[in-house]
């Protein structure tokens, strides 16, 4: 569909270029990943912040507020999970790649 072939003597096959498809994509989302962290961080230090807490849970009480800490910590856990996962797919795709593109350029040489 998106994805043409390119012409013989390329410098990638289609397989590394999968290769890197797969380290951008991994790539992205642990960017996004990373983000979605930071925010959570963000929020878990404000809610435990005892003068930022009280404007943005008005006034709520301490079993409220390490209720929410708790859930945001949980959430935290998921992010980091989700990124290390994000990490270890591109470090894997990066391995693919690198062994595609010295098959490429085995096989260009002997050719040659």
Request: hydrophobic share 40%; charged share 30%; net charge positive.
């Amino acid at each position: 569909m998106g994805h043409k072939r390119k012409k013989e003597g390329s410098a990638l096959t289609s397989f590394a270029e999968l290769r890197a498809d797969e380290i951008r994509l991994a790539a992205s989302d642990a960017r996004y990943r990373q983000r979605m962290l930071t925010v959570r961080l963000k929020s878990l230090n404000q809610c435990v912040s005892p003068r930022r807490s009280r404007s943005l849970y008005g006034g709520g009480s301490l079993e409220f507020k390490a209720e929410i800490a708790e859930q945001l910590l949980a959430e935290v856990a998921l992010d980091l999970q989700g990124l290390l996962k994000s990490i270890n797919a591109a470090r894997v795709a990066t391995k693919s790649f690198i062994a595609a593109v010295r098959a490429d350029d085995r096989k260009v040489s002997n050719e040659g």
